[in-house]
């Protein structure tokens, strides 16, 4: 029985090197670039306790280049030789890009941690502000990224007692929402 082989295409050859480059992104560790500039924030006002819960998704290529950006750089967030102050430089970031307001009075969140997004291309940073009670509105300032990049959308999930009440798209023009508790 006499086997038919073909010899093996251009065609065919690219596809299997687009499947290796593939292979070897994700082994590597560090996902490829992406094409899209977003962050999304998510806001929660707990009305009994009167804590503001802010955590934030950013892309860590954009984090780093950020960071970077301010003369911090080689953070490596999550990589092996991860720069031992990478926590402070992180909460610097976002305290110089984010900023929360109940009324007319600006509030310090504290930084609480950072997690790696279950993708690993992203983290997750924690801050709360502590015992706001009986606030009628809460005002976010969000220019996160906005410095590295003209088409940057900031995503903001607003809740009240974990119940959404409002969903706004910040960018580079538009940087401030005011989100109603009741």
Not at 81 to 107: Q, T
Request: with cysteine.
């Amino acid at each position: 029985m006499k086997l038919n082989r073909r010899p093996i295409g251009l065609k065919c050859m690219f596809r299997h090197l687009i499947l290796l480059i593939a292979f070897i992104t994700l082994v590597s560790g560090r996902p490829a670039d992406h094409d899209f500039h977003v962050s999304r924030s998510e806001i929660n006002y707990e009305t009994s306790s009167g804590d503001i819960q802010i955590a934030v998704h950013v892309f860590i290529d954009d984090l780093e280049s950020a960071i970077a950006r301010s003369g911090t750089s080689g953070l490596k967030i999550y990589m092996p030789g991860e720069n031992n102050n990478a926590d402070e430089h992180i909460e610097k970031y976002l305290r110089s890009r984010l900023s929360v307001a109940v009324g007319n009075s600006g509030v310090k969140p504290i930084f609480i941690g950072r997690e790696l997004s279950k993708d690993k291309m992203a983290v997750w940073c924690y801050l709360e502000v502590q015992g706001q009670k009986n606030v009628s509105a809460i005002r976010v300032n969000n220019s996160l990224l906005t410095e590295l990049y003209n088409d940057q959308k900031n995503i903001v999930d607003f809740t009240v007692d974990n119940k959404k009440k409002q969903i706004v798209v910040l960018d580079s023009k538009t940087t401030e929402g005011i989100f109603k508790i009741k």
